[in-house]
């Protein structure tokens, strides 16, 4: 089975430039969240979906910042205008629905350079 | 307050050398899961184990082990008899109920380095 899928996996880009990161979770499950990896505040949780629905978006740093799910398949996470401080590797994961199982599988993640 | 501890920054062993990475976490929550993730060099994020606080059982795959201890509130991996493959940043992470399904609080991570 495919597991998350990302894309680009690496993106370089100029301040100010809207930048855009894909993702595709594993088919059937109904969570999917955001992550942003930094040196400095190591993982962090962004927004998550449930049932392509965001549920709590309070990790979005500021309105730079948003994120869509439009269908069951396909999520979007967009920085208009990118900063240098937006440099860090981006994460998309997604669960199955809650029965009990609570793992997140994470994709390979977007490598992010704001110049 | 933070909720996952890994007090150990980094860690270097000599390679067949036993090491173990040490997770303290705090929860008020009486249904909770803990979790470790594996981040290799390459970067991405390897699920290794799901625990629920109700399991306080050890766990033993091949040569990774768990040791879960809630009178302590410590979740801590031990990998015997090291190797290069192992050489990565291990992630301990928590999952309240209480706070929505599925959030994650991650650790810091450990850098473990093992040497040939």
């Known amino acids: 089975d495919a597991g998350v899928i990302q894309s680009p996996r690496h993106e370089v880009t100029e301040m100010g430039q809207e930048v855009t990161l894909r993702c595709k979770p594993i088919s059937g499950h109904d969570y999917l969240f955001w992550y942003r990896q930094t040196m400095m505040r190591g993982l962090e949780l962004l927004i998550y979906?449930?049932?392509?629905?965001?549920?709590?978006d309070s990790g979005m740093p500021e309105d730079r910042f948003s994120a869509k799910m439009p269908n069951a398949s396909f999520s979007t996470l967009k920085i208009q205008p990118s900063e240098p401080r937006d440099s860090a590797v981006y994460f998309c994961?997604?669960?199955?629905?809650?029965?009990?199982?609570?793992?997140?599988?994470f994709g390979p993640g977007t490598r992010l350079l704001v110049l | 307050a933070q909720k996952v501890t890994q007090a150990q920054t980094e860690i270097s062993v000599v390679e067949k050398e036993d090491v173990t990475l040490d997770c303290v976490y705090e929860?008020?929550?009486?249904?909770?899961?803990l979790f470790w993730y594996k981040q290799p060099p390459s970067g991405e994020l390897v699920f290794l184990i799901r625990r629920n606080s109700f399991d306080e059982q050890n766990e033993i795959s091949g040569r990774y082990s768990w040791n879960f201890q809630k009178s302590t509130s410590s979740f801590n991996f031990t990998i015997t008899a090291s190797q290069v493959v192992d050489s990565a940043v291990y992630f301990c992470a928590l999952s309240e109920t209480q706070t929505g399904a599925n959030n994650l609080f991650f650790g810091t991570g450990t850098r473990l380095t093992v040497i040939p």
């Open positions: 929860t008020r929550d009486t249904t909770y899961y």
């Open positions: 979906f449930n049932n392509n629905v965001p549920i709590d």
């Open positions: 994961a997604s669960s199955p629905i809650n029965t009990g199982e609570e793992t997140q599988y």
